[in-house]
């Protein structure tokens, strides 16, 4: 892993998407730790989490159905782009419910996109996509200042595509965390960030791969295509 860092610029952290392995260190659920921005913008790989052992249950709420119960997807179960998958979500140790998590779309962008994040030759050749994605609270929790994160992108062979988690302001692909209040039926759009490797090679589809699925013997992410 290599980092690049001028004063006044973006950090950049770039290295191999590997399934279970967190180069740059994880939190529990559905956080994705990163190391404090030396500027207003940062980027760095963005890997699964590992999985959550506590046997504390959350304060936000117990009620959180088991994949597969209560009508929730299933682990490995696989849907279209703009179809919803109702998720178990906890965050940290003290959040959890349910929500409705729909990838709606997935955008090409251009290699020049990639220049404010000061990357450089790390990122040479590869080409952004913009995984775009809404969350809703269909539970009976409020989830504010949460955040849904473990969407990764992925290439016509089935594996995962390069992720980059970005730590401020980056225009093309907005991905802030849940409002104030984000009680039951409140929604919101976000998006990640995909690299595909080269021009000739497309990210076709995403997958989600957060708590309780990545913690479970046999789990297998969600996808989208």
């Not at 260190?25 to 559905?30: A, V």
């Not at 080409?127 to 473990?150: A, E, F, M, Q, W």
């Not at 225009?171 to 960030?193: H, M």
């Amino acid at each position: 892993m290599s980092t690049i860092g001028t004063r006044g610029t973006a950090v950049g952290f770039i290295g191999l998407a590997v399934v279970g392995l967190a180069l740059t260190g994880c939190k529990s659920g559905n956080e994705e730790q990163a190391p404090a921005p030396a500027s207003p913008s940062a980027a760095q790989p963005s890997k699964p989490a590992q999985p959550d052992t506590s046997a504390t249950p959350p304060a936000g709420g117990g009620d959180v159905p088991a994949p597969g119960t209560a009508g929730t997807a299933k682990s490995g179960q696989s849907f279209k782009i703009g179809e919803a998958a109702t998720v178990p979500f906890k965050y940290g140790t003290d959040k959890a419910g349910t929500i409705a998590l729909t990838v709606t779309g997935i955008e090409q962008g251009q290699a020049a996109d990639l220049a404010p994040l000061k990357l450089g030759d790390k990122v040479k050749g590869m080409v952004p996509y913009y995984i775009r994605y809404s969350v809703k609270n269909v539970g009976t929790t409020d989830l504010s200042h949460t955040s849904v994160g473990h969407i990764k992108g992925l290439l016509p062979d089935g594996s995962e595509a390069q992720g980059l988690s970005i730590i401020g302001t980056f225009e093309k692909c907005d991905d802030d965390s849940l409002p104030r209040d984000f009680t039951n039926g409140k929604s919101q759009t976000n998006c990640a960030v995909a690299l595909a490797p080269s021009a000739q090679t497309k990210v076709v589809g995403a997958e989600y791969w957060g708590d309780p699925y990545n913690s479970l013997k046999d789990g297998k992410s969600l996808t989208w295509k």
